[in-house]
Every structure is written in structure tokens, then in C-alpha cells.
């Protein structure tokens, strides 16, 4: 599997999840969406922001094992 071959929101939502699970929020800072591609990252980060660090990291291996089978 590569990133190429899955859908554009499949690549969102496994950027969303990792970059919840793995991001020190209290550094966080918005970005200057003037860029399309960042603006739909952020985006993607912003709806899962009521997710723990713990419910993304499931959320991520959940959607991987989804995409695997």
C-alpha cells in the first residue's frame, strides 16, 4: 500500500489521527492556511480534536487494520 493509492480523505484522516496522537498540543500554533493542502490538514486535525492522544492512536491503528484487509 502507498500513500498514492489511497483515497485523498483516507490520507487526511490517518494525517488527523497521528498528528493528535504524536503532537505536543500546547506548542500547537495555527497555521497560515494560504495553502490549500495545509488548510485541509488542519482542517482534518481541527474535526478530531475531542479525540485523547489514546482514542487517536486507536482511531489510527483501527483504520490501518481496515485498510490492510
Do not use: C, G
Not at 494560504?34 to 485541509?40: E, G, P, Q, T, V
Not at 481541527?46 to 484487509?69: F, G, N, P, V
Request: glycine content about 0%.
Amino acid at each position: 500500500m502507498t500513500q498514492a493509492s489511497l483515497p485523498q480523505d483516507v490520507q487526511l484522516r490517518l494525517y488527523a489521527y497521528y498528528k493528535h496522537a504524536t503532537f505536543d498540543k500546547t506548542k500547537f500554533t495555527v497555521m497560515d492556511n494560504s495553502d490549500l493542502r495545509n488548510a485541509f490538514k488542519t482542517n482534518a486535525w481541527i474535526q478530531i480534536s475531542h479525540l485523547t492522544q489514546d482514542e487517536a492512536k486507536q482511531q489510527y491503528i483501527e483504520l490501518i487494520h481496515s485498510l490492510i484487509k
